[in-house]
């Protein structure tokens, strides 16, 4: 923030939240609510309170502290005093007093209804800043809440990207209510020391019965076609009425403030040619293990980026993998200490591939049988233009041996890749048949099935989840359809249950199935169903993730709610959710590639449309 003015140094700390030009944008809006509300004012001296010393001059007083200097005025002319003290020109020693600090607090409510929706809200983004440095300039505690939200949930205390992201969030149709007023005014005790109490919105706000004893700031759009100013009147509960008139920054950067106030704006991509040239992406999917995010070009490479810890965080160039011509890649995958690894065909031999190392057990020892029933004489389907790369997993065996499987997408199919020590061949053979999902969950091989396990003693249809460790292999029946299925990022994995599980029951109807037990989860039947997870509005509330018919608005689907999680800023070429991390990626039909944090809001990554050309 060393690009601030000397007249925003105050708020420095609180604008160094957002990226160095969205600051210089909010800065004046700030400056001028901040002139226009006041500092909270102290306690009066009426107030008590223990005394402690004296703060500075007063014009009012006892005697017993008129200044020393005015006593010369008896001495040397008594009627020139009569006449200070009648005009109130004398001066006195103000007393101070030790004020019990920790039951000072500022408490703002933000109307997020339809009234408020665009830009008004960017006066309540910069009444946040003025408030929250307010209060903590007078040693005053701060809350603020959204009035819509459920008052159980509790308040905020500061101002940071995850509150701020919440409140981002919370735009909704539904207007403010005397009902959730008075839960508000319950909840933080308004009634019984209002002490500094803001509701923020439209002017509607002042014909709530519970509205009485509160200051307001009123936030109206001014029509006009010829600007774009946004006008702010500041009612204070015992001060007179103040307006100010702010205008409002450039459209693109309304935008950004409205959408995601934090994510730093990149540079256009320089023009290059020759060797260094990558081409533009074709497919890209979370690994296994969900470290990673692999990336297909449309020249046949692929490659293995790391998922930035947030937006700000420099990206590694991918290690990308280009095979020969004659080699065409049906599967890859990541290992956690073993890189990126491809499985190949050769078109012109029929002869599978391994660009990677497989490691082998340490004792030296040739690998048990994994699966009872192997079928050798099947291969996976060729992959055509335009269809997904197969996923390689990686299991451990109990001499910590690595052996592959792969799943094909295409065959919703699971083998088992082979690699004759020595000799590099490559043979593969089908363990498992109607594959939905698999994953890495805990350092396990998992996936679903339609297709009842051999030692099953129970044939009927339905879904199967399937746990793969070491020499074993554990299976459990769900009893749903089972046609598709979806792992779910948790921080916990139970053993008997793999991770947090959602499977689809019938159109319309998924089962989330999660260490407490099996929930139900409606979802309407024109939404697409991309992954499952949970959002930051409830962590633990695992649901559906889908994608709403406007292919742009992505919602959380739970057996208690639904959550509307963010609106994508244009149409959806390809969406996937990562079971590794609480992360969401997707193709904009424009070309380039995004990806969003589920618990934090906003925008991770960004690679711009024609990066990579």
Same mark, same amino acid.
């Given at each position: 923030?060393?690009?601030?003015?000397?007249?925003?140094?105050?708020?420095?700390? @609180?604008? +160094?939240?957002?990226?160095?030009?969205?600051?210089?944008?909010?800065?004046? &809006?700030?400056?001028?609510?901040?002139?226009?509300?006041?500092?909270?004012?102290?306690?009066?001296?009426?107030?008590?309170?223990?005394?402690?010393?004296?703060?500075?001059?007063?014009?009012?007083?006892?005697?017993?502290?008129?200044?020393?200097?005015?006593? !010369?005025?008896?001495?040397?002319?008594?009627?020139?005093?009569?006449?200070?003290?009648?005009?109130?020109?004398?001066?006195? !020693?103000?007393?101070?007093?030790?004020?019990?600090?920790? %039951?000072?607090?500022?408490?703002? !409510?933000?109307?997020?209804?339809?009234?408020?929706?665009?830009?008004?809200?960017? %006066?309540?983004?910069? #009444?946040?800043?003025?408030?929250?440095?307010?209060?903590?300039?007078?040693?005053?505690?701060?809350?603020?809440?959204?009035?819509?939200?459920?008052? *159980?949930?509790?308040?905020?205390?500061?101002?940071?990207?995850?509150?701020?992201?919440?409140?981002?969030?919370?735009?909704?149709?539904?207007?403010?209510?005397?009902?959730?007023?008075?839960?508000?005014? +319950?909840?933080?005790?308004?009634?019984?020391?209002?002490?500094? =109490?803001?509701?923020?919105?439209?002017?509607?706000?002042?014909? #709530?019965?519970?509205?009485?004893?509160?200051?307001?700031?009123?936030?109206?759009?001014?029509?006009?076609?010829?600007?774009?100013?946004?006008?702010?009147?500041?009612?204070?509960?015992?001060?007179?009425?103040?307006?100010?008139?702010?205008?409002?920054?450039?459209?693109?950067?309304?935008?950004?403030?409205?959408?995601?106030?934090?994510?730093?704006?990149?540079?256009?991509?320089?023009?290059?040619?020759?060797?260094?040239?990558?081409?533009?992406?074709?497919?890209?999917?979370?690994?296994?293990?969900?470290?990673?995010?692999?990336?297909?070009?449309?020249?046949?490479?692929?490659?293995?980026?790391?998922?930035? &810890?947030?937006?700000?965080?420099?990206?590694?160039?991918?290690?990308?993998?280009?095979?020969?011509?004659?080699?065409?890649?049906?599967?890859?995958?990541?290992?956690? $200490?073993?890189?990126?690894?491809?499985?190949?065909?050769?078109?012109?031999?029929?002869?599978?591939?391994?660009?990677?190392?497989?490691?082998? $057990?340490?004792?030296?020892?040739?690998?048990?049988?994994?699966?009872?029933?192997?079928?050798?004489?099947? &291969?996976?389907?060729?992959?055509?233009?335009?269809?997904?790369?197969?996923?390689?997993?990686?299991?451990?065996? =109990?001499?910590?041996?690595?052996?592959? #499987?792969?799943? /094909?997408?295409?065959?919703?199919?699971?083998?088992?890749?082979?690699?004759?020590? *020595?000799?590099?061949?490559?043979?593969?053979?089908?363990?498992?048949?109607?594959?939905?999902? =698999?994953?890495?969950?805990?350092?396990?091989?998992?996936?679903?099935?339609?297709? %009842?396990?051999?030692?099953?003693?129970?044939?009927?249809? *339905?879904?199967?989840?399937?746990?793969?460790?070491?020499?074993?292999?554990? +299976?459990?029946?769900?009893?749903?359809?089972?046609?598709?299925?979806?792992?779910?990022?948790?921080?916990?994995?139970?053993?008997?249950?793999?991770?947090?599980?959602?499977?689809? /029951?019938?159109?319309?109807?998924?089962?989330?199935?999660?260490?407490?037990?099996?929930?139900?989860?409606?979802?309407?039947?024109?939404? @697409?169903?991309?992954?499952?997870?949970?959002?930051?509005?409830?962590?633990?509330?695992?649901?559906?993730?889908?994608?709403?018919?406007?292919?742009?608005?992505?919602?959380?689907?739970?057996?208690?709610?639904?959550?509307?999680?963010?609106?994508?800023?244009?149409?959806?070429?390809?969406?996937?959710?990562? &079971?590794? %991390?609480?992360?969401?990626?997707?193709?904009?039909?424009?070309?380039?590639?995004?990806?969003? $944090? !589920?618990?934090?809001? *906003?925008?991770?990554?960004?690679?711009?449309?024609?990066?990579?050309?």
């Amino acid at each position: 923030m060393s690009a601030l003015p000397p007249a925003l140094r105050p708020w420095a700390s @609180q604008l +160094s939240l957002f990226p160095e030009d969205l600051a210089l944008h909010l800065g004046p &809006h700030v400056a001028r609510l901040s002139a226009a509300l006041g500092s909270l004012r102290p306690r009066g001296e009426t107030e008590g309170g223990e005394p402690q010393g004296y703060d500075g001059l007063t014009r009012r007083g006892t005697f017993d502290r008129l200044l020393v200097s005015e006593w !010369l005025w008896a001495l040397e002319s008594p009627d020139e005093l009569v006449r200070r003290a009648a005009f109130g020109e004398l001066s006195f !020693l103000k007393p101070a007093f030790r004020q019990p600090q920790g %039951a000072r607090r500022t408490v703002v !409510l933000l109307d997020a209804g339809p009234d408020q929706l665009g830009a008004p809200r960017i %006066a309540h983004l910069a #009444l946040l800043i003025v408030l929250s440095r307010r209060a903590e300039a007078a040693g005053a505690a701060f809350s603020w809440g959204v009035l819509q939200s459920d008052p *159980g949930q509790g308040a905020f205390s500061d101002v940071t990207p995850a509150t701020l992201g919440t409140w981002l969030a919370a735009r909704t149709a539904e207007l403010p209510t005397e009902a959730r007023l008075a839960a508000w005014r +319950s909840a933080l005790s308004l009634d019984a020391a209002p002490e500094d =109490a803001w509701l923020v919105g439209d002017a509607r706000l002042a014909r #709530l019965p519970g509205a009485s004893g509160l200051s307001r700031v009123e936030v109206s759009e001014v029509l006009a076609t010829d600007a774009r100013r946004l006008a702010v009147r500041v009612r204070p509960a015992s001060r007179a009425e103040r307006s100010v008139t702010l205008d409002l920054p450039p459209p693109d950067t309304c935008v950004r403030l409205l959408r995601d106030p934090f994510q730093q704006t990149r540079p256009p991509p320089i023009a290059s040619s020759g060797r260094g040239q990558v081409p533009p992406l074709r497919w890209f999917s979370f690994s296994a293990d969900g470290h990673r995010l692999l990336l297909q070009r449309i020249d046949g490479s692929v490659g293995a980026m790391a998922i930035p &810890h947030s937006a700000r965080a420099t990206v590694p160039k991918p290690r990308r993998v280009t095979p020969p011509r004659e080699q065409t890649v049906l599967g890859a995958g990541w290992r956690y $200490n073993g890189g990126l690894i491809l499985l190949t065909r050769n078109e012109r031999s029929g002869a599978y591939g391994l660009h990677g190392k497989v490691r082998r $057990n340490a004792a030296g020892k040739p690998p048990e049988a994994l699966f009872t029933s192997r079928d050798t004489g099947v &291969h996976p389907t060729p992959l055509l233009k335009g269809q997904p790369l197969g996923r390689l997993l990686s299991s451990v065996d =109990a001499f910590g041996g690595e052996r592959l #499987l792969l799943l /094909s997408y295409v065959d919703e199919s699971l083998f088992l890749v082979d690699e004759e020590e *020595g000799t590099r061949r490559v043979t593969l053979s089908r363990v498992a048949t109607q594959v939905t999902a =698999a994953a890495e969950v805990g350092r396990k091989v998992c996936f679903v099935t339609r297709s %009842a396990p051999p030692d099953a003693a129970d044939v009927a249809p *339905g879904a199967w989840g399937v746990v793969v460790d070491k020499e074993r292999v554990d +299976s459990r029946r769900f009893g749903v359809e089972g046609k598709r299925a979806y792992f779910a990022y948790t921080d916990n994995h139970d053993d008997g249950v793999p991770g947090v599980l959602a499977v689809r /029951s019938e159109p319309g109807l998924w089962r989330m199935v999660i260490a407490s037990g099996e929930l139900d989860v409606r979802v309407p039947t024109e939404a @697409q169903v991309f992954g499952a997870g949970s959002c930051r509005e409830q962590p633990r509330d695992f649901g559906v993730l889908a994608l709403d018919k406007d292919r742009r608005t992505v919602w959380l689907f739970s057996c208690k709610r639904q959550y509307k999680v963010m609106v994508l800023p244009g149409d959806v070429e390809q969406i996937q959710a990562s &079971h590794g %991390a609480p992360l969401i990626g997707w193709r904009p039909k424009e070309g380039g590639l995004m990806l969003s $944090n !589920l618990r934090d809001g *906003g925008i991770l990554f960004h690679e711009p449309p024609g990066a990579g050309e």
